[in-house]
């Protein structure tokens, strides 16, 4: 029975066999943070479009700017996330759902909201950049917790100090604000985010069970 | 004194475990995800998931992809009940083992 050392054994063994299968489909999970950078990089060309610093004939619809940049980035990180996922036969985690889920519904929530926004001309350019770094903030802050990553919930921090600054400052204030989080929260925590993946990876082998 | 669980020899079985394991976090697994997370070879895997299915624990689907046949298998709510007791019973046995 249990009183034997090799039975002791053999029973840790089987704990420390479902830590690691459950650590190993987590893995499956962890193939995202290339979409930080993306739609990091998405804001500096919609800002960008916006504020006319890019040239060119397609460039100066500035009022598009902003629904044809977001919308391109959102088939183009659906269209990837396909191909990545078919590629590797990787089934959808419960983690992943719940992290599909924030992101989605915070995406859904931008358009309801920042589209009629724009359409009706109520609120400025500094309501719009508190109403987007704050839901960029709750679905960092939701992330955060539920990865029980400290990192994403900093971030989630600096999203809502901008929000907050982008109300009290002036026009200048408010985009530099926003600049300054899309830098750090998508951009640096992105490629930071990119690099655990990459470590993970390697230091992951077959488990022979 | 306590009387001491059984643990579950079909849920004891060291692949069966870690098979067992991995469908529980996930909605539904490829035979060869399976076999790559597991390293084990296509006639045991194939065998153990088979018991599993045997038992209730696991539902396979069997359908065809680009021509190529998929095997899709997921855990049933026996299967993650049995997974939980079996938990539970191992740790209980730990702890009277006084780690």
């Known amino acids: ?209 | 004194m306590p009387e001491l669980p059984d643990l579950n020899p079909v849920v004891h079985g060291k692949l069966r475990l870690a098979l067992l394991t991995l469908l529980m976090g996930v909605d539904e697994a490829e035979f060869t995800w399976l076999r790559e997370k597991t390293g084990a070879s296509d006639g045991n895997l194939g065998a153990q998931l088979l018991k599993l299915e045997e038992a209730g624990y696991v539902s396979v689907e069997k359908k065809f992809v680009q021509r190529k046949p998929q095997s899709l298998y997921r855990m049933t709510e026996t299967g993650r009940v049995a997974l939980s007791e079996y938990v539970a019973a191992l740790k209980q046995l730990l702890g009277n083992a006084a780690i």
């Open chain 1, 1 to 209: 029975m249990v009183g034997t050392n090799a039975n002791d054994l053999e029973l840790k063994e089987r704990l420390e066999l479902i830590e690691s299968m459950l650590a190993e489909g987590r893995r499956t999970t962890k193939r995202w943070s290339w979409t930080i950078v993306l739609w990091g990089v998405a804001f500096y060309v919609a800002i960008g479009w916006s504020s006319g610093m890019l040239g060119g004939p397609i460039w100066g619809q500035h009022y598009m700017a902003w629904p044809v940049t977001m919308i391109g980035t959102w088939l183009l990180t659906w269209g990837l996330f396909r191909r990545m996922r078919s590629g590797a036969k990787a089934p959808m985690t419960t983690v992943g759902r719940a992290m599909m889920s924030i992101w989605t519904a915070m995406g859904i929530s931008m358009f309801a909201l920042l589209l009629p926004m724009g359409l009706s001309g109520r609120g400025d350019q500094q309501v719009y950049v508190a109403v987007v770094t704050s839901l960029l903030g709750t679905a960092n802050a939701a992330s955060g917790l539920l990865l029980k990553w400290k990192a994403q919930f900093a971030c989630a921090v600096v999203w809502w100090l901008a929000s907050a600054a982008s109300l009290f400052g002036t026009v200048t204030q408010s985009t530099i604000a926003f600049l300054v989080a899309i830098f750090l929260c998508q951009i640096v925590f992105g490629i930071y985010a990119m690099v655990l993946e990459a470590r993970d990876r390697r230091a992951s082998g077959a488990v022979h069970a």
